[in-house]
């Protein structure tokens, strides 16, 4: 599956070319990796007359006829050293050698800096990735962890590799991300992640020897902020495939696939760079409107999966069916566990996502009494993700088994389509345009239907991206003004149903 980049990444990425064996970029040629100390600079050669003054200049400088030297390439990712060469610079050269590679296949040209943590500016403006490889233990300072995590939630990419797949690295990762994300959890990368698709697409990596040889289909770790990935985590070493080289006894993946998947991470973390949300921009939907003749109860399924990516997504839509509807009503929100017993007195449920998820025995007999003593549903495939829309079908079917209650397609003519705001045609993101074998402007939500209404509405297109308001350049969904259509229609529909 190919995700298509923002319209920055798009207009920057070029077409892929065969594998080169040797690369020159900007007149240096492509160093050997060794996995060790890196060697000290050569000594300079001087002729005696270098020992010398120079002259003075001319009273009227002399014309230059040499062409100018061209601007500098952006910066698009930041190694951090720390503490001894021998553990963050083992592998001197795999940045530079990544962007040679890319610069030379994809015909990208970036560079790279190399700063300790008390030098970085943490902007990620300026800098939409930063990498730290390493063999050895680390701890940072409090002051460290709050910078980075600031980082992060701002837009950052911060970018993890066990050099050689060392284990100490990799307790120190994990250790670190729990204290400065204690919120949320290290897991992996999903197959349908379009980490794994937004240039390449990565079905499986191949591994050296000293991993066990044979292929990985889900190498990365990583930390999910809102709907982006903020940390990624490699514990089998990129680093020396980065390098363009490879050691029989440690961990890693292979150079070729090293170097396919270091560039669709350049990729995504430059295309997602401007979707960071802060904490403070999470709306916590408020109606302070006390002419209302009711209050309108809507609880978030909190379930074991991611279950929140859009933080800000269904506020926005409550505020919004507030501000543009004449419903005399005010929306209670609030985050709950199939399992709570106040959830009877929701009759409105919204479910969103993006990975696999299982309902414990007890949550699917609440959600089944809930759907059929009157309760309302309404599911959401965050970014189209495949994940998802599998464990959302399965757990709706454990919930309703009966043929009567499967999933179909809502006819164009159902309430939904038609209140408050007719809707005849939608307009889908480019992901989504890209994905469909058959593209189209009708929308396509899917439904059960229980005593004569509909009780549970369900899009495998993304709606709550939409929601936000925000850009989301690998969502597959609506885009904004539809998604905010059909969710302020299904809102209505619950309410007058």
Known sequence: ?????????????????????????????????SCGPPPPPKPAERASAETLPPLPLPATPMRRTEKKKPPEPPV????????????WATDENDVNNLLIWMK???????????????ELEFDPQRMPALY???????????????????????????????????????KSVVREMKIIFPEAKLEPVALDHPIYHCYYDIDSVQLSEGAGGGTIAQPLLSINIGCRVAVIFSPYDMSCGWDMHAHPDAKAIVPKDALRLGANLI?????????GLSLAESRVYVDADTTKWDKFRVAQIVHEGQWCPDPAGLSTLLDTVAATTQLKISFDRKDLKLSDPAISSYPFLYITGHQDFTLSDEEVSVLRRYLLNGGFLLGDACCGRGSFD??????????????AYELTALAADHAVYRRPTPVTSVEYTPAAMMKMKTPTNAPLLEGVSINGNTAVIYSPHDLGCGWELKPHPY??????????????NAIVYAITH
């Open 1 to 33: 599956m190919r995700y298509p980049s923002s319209r920055h990444v798009a207009a920057v990425l070029g077409l892929a070319a065969l594998l080169m064996p040797a690369f020159v970029w900007a007149g240096e040629v492509r160093m050997e990796g």
């Open 104 to 118: 030379t296949k994809l015909k990208l040209n970036f560079t790279y800096d190399v700063k300790s943590v008390d």
């Open 76 to 87: 698009i990712i930041t190694k951090l050293k720390w503490g001894d060469v021998r553990d």
């Open 267 to 275: 990729a995504y973390s430059t295309a997602t760079k401007t979707m």
């Open 475 to 488: 969502g597959i969904g609506y885009e904004s003004r539809s998604a905010i259509t059909l969710g302020i």
């Open 132 to 170: 730290r490889t390493g063999h050895y233990e680390f701890t940072f300072t409090q002051q460290q962890r709050d910078k980075l995590r600031k980082y992060a939630i701002n837009g950052g990419c911060i970018i993890f590799d066990a050099c050689c797949g060392r284990e100490d690295f990799t």
């Open 390 to 403: 599998a464990a959302f079908r399965r757990e709706l079917k454990r919930a309703l088994p009966e043929k």
